[in-house]
């Protein structure tokens, strides 16, 4: 799951099925349960699970758990009627007529769906990273649609990622801005990145660009001025250890 996405009560069911809940079980499941803003009185005997801002009755923002939300806590009554039971403050919960105490947590369901988004592009995301651009195959050619905020001449200092499917196959560093990561389709010097985005997009996949700019590039060590992009793009590679990094395209 993406953070900040939005996801349907039926998307969310079938996650529940994926990871081996049964139709017993989804039939009597409450959606709310799973929600920091939205938890009802029939829920006494139930387990809350914390990971969605609930938006309306099919509609669910993936926050992820222990997120820091801020926001009031509702309780939908049997007659209709909206009465507010608790709330957030940047992820510390309280109490209003001490309601919540009858309510209990149960991580088991929290921590299979946590597995779920423990993924390469939720890091990113977490990170401050932005979405600048994406390849994808429009009548057999690579096309490359660029965000509308984005300038391709604007030379700034990047570390960046190409992505598909929330898992990182290439990470790269540049002074050059974003005329590098956006030309990898015209860059036949880097032919393993460049066939490794051809060999995607002709799959149907959608390959994104990733990027985080940095306003100072330059960081003082043992009286040494070191650029910062350089060790970042280092760390990522041997964290996410993608495959573009690690192989030639034949």
């Known amino acids: 799951m993406i953070l900040n996405n939005i996801y349907s009560n039926k998307e969310i069911k079938e ?3 994926q990871k081996g809940k049964n139709d017993e079980f989804i039939k009597n499941f409450n959606i709310t349960s799973l929600s920091y803003n939205r938890w009802n009185k029939g829920m006494f005997n139930n387990h809350l699970n914390p990971l969605f801002e609930y938006i309306n009755k099919n509609e669910y923002r993936y926050l992820g758990p222990n997120f820091n939300y801020t926001g009031d806590i509702v309780n939908y009554t049997i007659n209709g009627s909206e009465i507010k039971i608790g709330f957030w403050i940047e992820g510390k919960l309280f109490d209003y007529n001490n309601e919540l105490s ?3 947590f149960d991580y088991t369901i929290l921590t299979n769906f946590e597995k779920d988004t423990i993924n390469d592009l ?3 995301i977490k990170s401050g990273w932005e979405k600048v651009a994406q390849y994808s195959n429009v009548n057999g050619q690579i096309n490359i649609e ?3 905020n984005i300038n391709r001449k604007t030379r700034t200092s990047l570390v960046y990622c ?11 560093k540049t002074v050059q801005g974003y005329i590098r990561p956006l030309g990898y389709h015209k860059n036949n010097v880097m032919k393993n990145v460049q066939g490794g985005i051809m060999e995607e997009v002709n799959q149907g996949n959608v390959v994104e660009v990733y990027c985080r700019s940095f306003d100072s590039t330059v960081i003082s060590w043992n009286e040494l001025n070191l650029n910062i992009i350089e060790p970042v793009e280092q760390a990522l590679i041997l964290k996410f250890n993608p495959v573009w990094n690690r192989y030639k395209h034949q």
């Open 122 to 124: 939720n890091y990113l």
């Open 146 to 148: 660029v965000s509308e």
């Open 162 to 172: 190409l992505i598909v499917k929330d898992k990182i196959r290439y990470i790269g």
């Open 102 to 104: 009858k309510y209990r």
């Open 15 to 17: 996650i529940l099925i």
